[in-house]
Structure formats: structure tokens, C-alpha cells
């Protein structure tokens, strides 16, 4: 594992952002796996900047996205559709065809998951694959259980979880209760896995996913076998780990 230190959250968002820009550089029709949540918010804004000065062309890359809350239509401002657009996919030239992310308007649970496997299956695992952190050490929505699951499934979000989503809606009754996540197989098939983090409320699950032991109740903590995984982290959230 690779740890980059970054000064602030500004700091980390072009650092992470220069990572996913050399993947694209190196190989045009690379296969992204993009995530949701505000700690990826900056990175993205410098890819968009770094499009609008002719520096990148995403014509040919392709896309899947970590998750979906289920039952949120497209349109709505919290689904995650609408955020992939919102701060990615409408500032550059990416051919919307080639994004995916699980379809959360589809009711029967196992059909979602099916499709979106059955994608993530023709893509072959994600060039590169950019992740965040929850603070109960979720990736995607794995939230902790006994088991990891492996492929793509339903999840009944846990309560701090919603807790910590409620911030973006206007109510605790109008987060989700449940989503579409890839599970940790998926996640664990790209060639690369890049996860920024920052600020002092990740310290601890940082350092207890990348140093603390290797189990389903810290999904992130699986990380650790993966055989190339960045960490892009600020001071704050590396300020328990030492380096
Ligand atoms: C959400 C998302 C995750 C994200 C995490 C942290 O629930 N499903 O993909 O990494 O929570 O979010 P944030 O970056 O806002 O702290």
C-alpha cells in the first residue's frame, strides 16, 4: 500500500485527481470506477478543470459506479445518478452510454444486482477504482457484517449510516434505507484502487482499516490484500497513523 500525505482537502483532491488523470493519459478507453460522497467532490472538480484546459479527453472512457440508494428516481438531487452528472459527467466529454451505475429505480432487488453484475462482469474489474470511507469503515455501502459479500446486492443501510447521509436530505425519513452496492469482489477486481480520505472524524477508521486486523467488520480493512492500493489522505485524517 501506498500512503500520499496531502497538506488539506485541497491538497488531496488534486493529488487523487492527478492519479485518475495519468489513467486516462496512459490508457484513453480505461474502465473507471467512480464513487459518491463529499470527500470525492474536489477531485472531481479538478478533472473537470483539468478537461476544460484540454488536458484530458474522457471520449473513450468508460465508467461504473460504486452504488445506488434504491427507490431515489434519476432525477432526484441525492440519487447518485444525479450526483455522478451534477459534478462529472455533464462537465465533460464523456459519452453518457458508457457510464453505469446500479439502476436504484429498479423495485426487484435481485434483477438489479443481476444487471449490474452481468456489466461489471464485461468490464472485468476497473482499470482504477476510486473509493471513499465511512465512518464505520464502509466501502461503496459494504456496510460491517460477518461475511464480506462478494458481488453486487441489496443492503439495508445502517443507522449510522443514514445517520451521517442525513446531512444531504431534509429529513432522517427521506435518506433511503436501502441501496445497491458492489460488493467487495467487484471492488477487489480492479487493477488499482486509489481511496482519499480527510479530516480528523476519518483518523480513526483510517488507521483501524489500513492497520487494524483484516475483517468484515471494517469492510475497508480488505484493502489491505489488495496488491495496489493508494491512499490519498490528508493530515487530519492520517494524523493517527504513523508514518
Ligand atoms: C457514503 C457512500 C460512500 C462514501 C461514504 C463516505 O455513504 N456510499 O461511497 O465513501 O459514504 O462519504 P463522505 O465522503 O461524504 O464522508
Not at 215 to 236: M, W, Y
Request: with cysteine; glycine share 6%; hydrophobic share 40%.
Amino acid at each position: 500500500m501506498r500512503i500520499i500525505k496531502a497538506k488539506d482537502y485541497a491538497d488531496m483532491s488534486k493529488k487523487a485527481a492527478a492519479i485518475i488523470a495519468a489513467q486516462i493519459t496512459m490508457k484513453p478507453d480505461c474502465v473507471l470506477g467512480l464513487a459518491t460522497g463529499s470527500t470525492p467532490e474536489g477531485l472531481y472538480a479538478e478533472l473537470v478543470k483539468m478537461y476544460e484546459a484540454g488536458e484530458l479527453d474522457f471520449s473513450n472512457v468508460q465508467s461504473v459506479n460504486l452504488d445506488e440508494y434504491k427507490g431515489l428516481p434519476r432525477d432526484n438531487d441525492q440519487s447518485y445518478y444525479y450526483f455522478m452528472n451534477h459534478h462529472l459527467f455533464s462537465h465533460v466529454n464523456i459519452d453518457k452510454a458508457n457510464t453505469n451505475l446500479p439502476d436504484g429505480t429498479i423495485e426487484d432487488s435481485e434483477e438489479a444486482c443481476a444487471q449490474y453484475n452481468a456489466i461489471l462482469d464485461s468490464f472485468g474489474g476497473a482499470d482504477i477504482q476510486l473509493l471513499g470511507i465511512g465512518h464505520n469503515g464502509h466501502i461503496g455501502f459494504n456496510e460491517p457484517a460477518d461475511t464480506f459479500e462478494l458481488l453486487t446486492h441489496c443492503v439495508d443501510l445502517q443507522e449510522s449510516t443514514i445517520k451521517a447521509n442525513q446531512r444531504f436530505f431534509a429529513s432522517y425519513d427521506d435518506v433511503p434505507k436501502q441501496a445497491y452496492t458492489m460488493g467487495i469482489k467487484n471492488i477487489m477486481d480492479a487493477k488499482m484502487v486509489l481511496l482519499v480520505a480527510n479530516g480528523e472524524g476519518k483518523a480513526d477508521i483510517v488507521k483501524e482499516a489500513f492497520f487494524g486486523p483484516v475483517t468484515p467488520q471494517v469492510p475497508a480493512s480488505i484493502l489491505q490484500l489488495h496488491k495496489n492500493v493508494v491512499l490519498v489522505a490528508d493530515e487530519a485524517a492520517l494524523s493517527k497513523v504513523e508514518l
